[in-house]
Every structure is written in structure tokens, then in C-alpha cells.
């Protein structure tokens, strides 16, 4: 069965400071990875997916499919990436998205 | 931009009574999904439909737990007995294409609260 993890529940970063969340799958096909942020009071929103490739906010993901790695990363922390944040796995034909614990990041000054 | 809306955005509910949670997708899609996140658990899929049926449904959704698309703009998940651990938010969501190959969409959510 597949299963997300996303081993730290709070990652307290200072502003400028780099950030990285973790978050590792087990899934033996091809894996679909999405990360999804959710501000204060805000809902669901997607972040980046790993087909797409792209940054967004400053924010990347690189699929390791050795390490079965998701990890989201940015350089500089910003006040305004103060979130939660989670990583989900998509898998085959299935519709669902398995999603990690979440990761909440807490960038202070 | 348009959205997926939910209502209500908070229901308390006595145990074993039924509960309607209501979603309006986005206008376009044609993938609807439930999710539900315990507190301070993850979030976790109940049901996804397509074509005026269920195309997958995890062991949560048991039962108790139906959906509709009553018409051509609300999708609805009832929970026809509540229990005390049904406790949790729900959310709502919608894609255009199946979920892998599309994003899906999310509600706000509801908070369910069953006494």
C-alpha cells in the first residue's frame, strides 16, 4: 500500500534562513508527487507537482526516486511562507491522493 | 478565480443523526472527491465520483456514508448515522481530469462536531 511520510511536525526556520521539508513515499510503480500548502484559516491549495518541474514562491521539488524523496526546498524563508505544509502521493489509476502528516513551517524573524 | 465552495462551515450534530455536507464544485470539473482530516491526523480520501458513480472509495467510507449529485451543480456526502469518531473536517474536491493528471481543487471544509 502506498503511504507518505513527513517525519517533522513543526520546522522553526529564521527569515532568510533555507528551508527544507521532508517528506519520503513507498510506493512500488510511478509515483505522482504534489505538494499542498494551507495558510492560517486558507484552504488546500496545491504548491508544485513533480511533473510540472517549476518554482513556485521560490519553492522546488525533486522527485529521488533512489531515495523515494519528495523533499520540498527553498533558499531564503519568508515571513509569508508560514504554513502548513503537505505532501501527497498519487498512484496508477487510482483517483486518490494519500497524503503526508503535514509539516508545519514557522518562519520568524 | 473560481472555487469549490462547502456549507455548512460548521455542523454540530447529536450522535446518531444524520448529517448532509454540501459541496458546489468548480462549474467545469468533472471529478469530485471527499477527504476527511481527524484532528491532528492526516488527511485522509473517503470517495472519489465520476459519471454519476462512485469510482473509488476507501475503507472509511463504509456504510453509513453515501454521496449524490442531486443536480447539476451540488455533490453532497451524508452521513446517515453519526458517531462520535465521525468527528473531523471534511473537505470537498474537484478536478477536470482524473486526479493524478489534474489538480484537484479544494473546499474550505467542514467542520463536523458529533456529540
Known amino acids: 500500500a502506498q503511504r507518505v511520510t513527513q517525519p517533522e511536525k513543526l520546522l522553526s526556520v529564521f527569515k532568510g534562513a533555507p528551508v527544507e521539508l521532508k517528506c519520503n513515499y513507498s510506493?512500488?510503480?510511478?509515483?505522482?508527487l504534489f505538494w499542498y500548502v494551507q495558510y492560517s484559516r486558507q484552504r488546500l491549495q496545491l504548491l508544485l507537482r513533480?511533473?510540472s518541474r517549476e518554482s513556485i514562491k521560490g519553492f522546488t521539488a525533486d522527485l529521488n526516486k533512489g531515495e523515494t524523496s519528495f523533499h520540498l526546498k527553498k533558499p531564503f524563508a519568508q515571513e509569508e511562507d508560514s504554513a502548513m505544509y503537505y505532501c501527497?502521493?498519487?498512484?496508477?489509476?487510482?483517483?486518490?491522493?494519500?497524503f503526508g502528516t503535514g509539516t508545519r513551517l514557522q518562519v520568524t524573524l | 478565480e473560481p472555487e469549490v465552495t462547502q456549507t455548512p462551515s460548521h455542523q454540530v450534530t447529536q450522535m446518531g443523526q444524520e448529517v448532509i455536507l454540501r459541496c458546489v464544485p468548480i462549474?467545469?470539473?468533472?471529478?469530485f472527491y471527499w477527504y476527511r482530516q481527524i484532528l491532528g491526523q492526516k488527511v485522509e480520501f473517503l470517495v472519489s465520483?465520476?459519471?454519476?458513480?462512485?469510482?473509488?472509495k476507501s475503507e472509511i467510507f463504509d456504510d453509513q456514508f453515501s454521496v449524490e449529485r442531486p443536480d447539476g451543480s451540488n455533490f453532497t456526502l451524508k452521513i446517515r448515522s453519526t458517531k462520535l469518531e465521525d468527528s473531523a473536517m471534511y473537505f470537498c474536491?474537484?478536478?477536470?481530469?482524473?486526479?493524478?493528471?489534474?489538480?484537484?481543487?479544494f473546499g474550505p471544509g467542514t467542520r463536523l462536531t458529533v456529540l
Open positions: 474536491a474537484s478536478s477536470q481530469l482524473a486526479g493524478g493528471t489534474d489538480t484537484q481543487y
Open positions: 510506493y512500488s510503480g510511478s509515483p505522482e
Open positions: 513533480h511533473i
Open positions: 501527497a502521493l498519487h498512484t496508477g489509476t487510482a483517483s486518490k491522493l494519500t
Open positions: 462549474s467545469n470539473h468533472l471529478y
Open positions: 465520483f465520476y459519471n454519476n458513480e462512485i469510482s473509488e
